[in-house]
């Protein structure tokens, strides 16, 4: 079956400018996560949802960050007046419940690359 | 909150050789800790998981080893190759407000030399 996929695959940016990511996870899978990850750095968390619980948040960096779920299914990570310091590969993942003992599998990223 | 750290950050050997990649967590209600490659380019996958009631787990030439009261748990990769030469990252479970998430380590690059 399909995997996560998320798009664009490649976005670049000027600096201020709004950008959204998006999201597919796999059908069924009930937790969804946003990581990001700098040029030679991990995962960083930024946030998780669960089914219909209220979303983690506690990973996002600045106000400028938030992410939705509509209908327990697609997610969008939105990133308002972009910085330079934004730019990274955003990772998506999704997993069949909630629980971090379920495995979580992870799209192919968008590249952001803001000028 | 979990907080997770990963030595060492690069790691070379020679084709053959073993390789032990390990990390620390702080969080003692952690009790789950998978181990992620992500090969040049691609995507992190999972290769294997260790759940806190275990002390070791095997799968062919993986294994990782956890020991709860010093909050520390490794990757061990027998007989090397260059296939291996990948990104891995330690993660370590965490309870938050929406349930449970995983908070990765910054990553271990391994160089594998034939």
């Known amino acids: 079956g399909a995997g996560v996929s998320q798009s664009p695959s490649n976005k670049v940016t000027e600096k201020g400018k709004d950008v959204e990511l998006r999201c597919d996870p796999i059908?069924?899978?009930?937790?969804l996560y946003w990581y990001r990850q700098s040029l030679g750095q991990g995962l960083e968390f930024l946030i998780y949802?669960?089914?219909?619980?209220?979303?983690?948040k506690s990973g996002l960096p600045s106000d400028r960050f938030s992410a939705e779920r509509t209908g327990g299914s697609v997610s969008t990570l939105t990133i308002q007046r972009t910085q330079q310091e934004d730019s990274a590969v955003y990772l998506c993942?999704?997993?069949?419940?909630?629980?971090?003992?379920?495995?979580?599998?992870f799209g192919p990223g968008t590249r952001l690359t803001v000028l | 909150g979990e907080n997770v750290e990963q030595h060492p950050s690069t790691l070379s050997v020679q084709e053959g050789d073993s390789a032990v990649i390990k990390c620390t967590y702080s969080?003692?209600?952690?009790?789950?800790f998978p181990w992620y490659k992500q090969e040049l380019g691609k995507r992190p996958q999972l290769i294997i998981d260790?759940?806190?009631?275990?002390g070791e787990k095997k799968d062919q030439r993986i294994a990782v080893t956890l020991n709860k009261t010093a909050k520390h748990f490794s990757l061990h990769i027998t007989e090397t190759q260059p296939e291996d030469s990948a990104v891995y990252f330690c993660?370590?479970?965490?309870?938050?407000?929406?349930?449970?998430?995983?908070?990765f380590g910054k990553g271990t690059t391994l160089s594998v030399s034939s």
């Open positions: 949802f669960q089914g219909n619980s209220a979303p983690d």
């Open positions: 993942a999704s997993s069949l419940g909630g629980g971090a003992r379920n495995e979580q599998f």
């Open positions: 059908s069924g899978h009930t937790a």
């Open positions: 260790i759940r806190s009631n275990v």
């Open positions: 993660a370590a479970s965490t309870l938050n407000q929406a349930g449970t998430a995983l908070i």
């Open positions: 969080d003692s209600a952690s009790n789950y």
